[in-house]
């Protein structure tokens, strides 16, 4: 055990005399710092076979089981090579994202990343998590990337290392969201880079690029073709939340 584990355990049951634990979405009392109250954990949409073998969308059950593909990676096969997405971007996931990302909520970056990791494929041979990169402008505004703090939680339950650093925002972009497809790449154009002094790291390895909301995908592409563009052997998206609104029923 590292000196730094060993100290979070011995002081654990002091800090949750001082702040008890509580769920983050209803807050009700609960075991331990990082999760939620069994109630809240049922109300999370957790992506379940059968799954887009190209991209991991969940299907209607008459899909089956086997290479059934989803009607967008069948129109136009994607970059990737994977999406693990810990839940499905629903109220409750959309809670917990909004307290992390913009309430400073970060210490639930290790709940996240745990859902993030069960759903990721098998990580033999290694893997390197990089996280989708915030501008400087941006991160100086929020202090902290949420996206490194899931990369980092991932690595640290993983044992698989990270490269905050591997990419690059060179300069601000709008807010994707009230864009059309082709302003989004518009806007995106040259804004993702590969940090140069990264390469070395970047060429050859398996990528696992990490986010917390994966929604039209514009802004991971263009970080997959950078990744891709450097020499990456591959890239997998990781996410806490994505959002599939029309994939809600298939797993409720």
């Not at 949409?45 to 086997?66: F, M, T, Y």
């Not at 970060?106 to 893997?127: D, N, V």
């Not at 990528?207 to 990456?232: E, H, M, N, R, Y």
Request: some cysteine; hydrophobic content about 45%.
């Amino acid at each position: 055990m590292s000196h730094a584990a060993f100290l979070r355990e011995s002081l654990a049951p002091l800090v949750d005399l001082v702040f008890p634990p509580r769920c983050p979405l209803c807050g009700e009392g609960i075991g331990q710092q990082t999760g939620l109250c069994a109630a809240c954990w049922s109300t999370l949409v957790i992506p379940a076979a059968p799954l887009c073998s190209r991209c991991q969308r969940p299907l209607p059950e008459s899909a089956g089981e086997g290479d059934a593909q989803c009607a967008p990676c069948m129109a136009h096969a994607p970059r990737h090579n994977g999406i693990a997405a810990g839940t499905l971007y629903n109220g409750p996931s959309r809670k917990l994202v909004l307290a992390f990302k913009h309430g400073g909520r970060i210490a639930l970056a290790p709940l996240m990343a745990g859902l993030i990791a069960s759903r990721l494929p098998g990580l033999e041979g290694g893997c390197l998590f990089v996280p989708v990169p915030l501008h400087r402008w941006r991160l100086w505004r929020r202090g902290y990337n949420q996206a490194a703090l899931l990369a980092r939680a991932l690595a640290q339950r993983t044992g698989q290392p990270v490269l905050v650093d591997g990419l690059l925002r060179t300069r601000p972009t709008p807010v994707l969201g009230r864009l059309g497809k082709q302003e989004r790449k518009r806007a995106l154009a040259g804004a993702l880079v590969v940090n140069p002094l990264r390469r070395a790291s970047i060429r050859g390895a398996r990528i696992v690029l990490v986010d917390d909301v994966l929604t039209s995908g514009a802004t991971t592409d263009a970080c997959v073709a950078a990744l891709q563009k450097a020499g990456a052997k591959s890239v997998v998206i990781a996410c806490f939340a994505r959002v599939l609104d029309e994939a809600l029923p298939f797993t409720e």
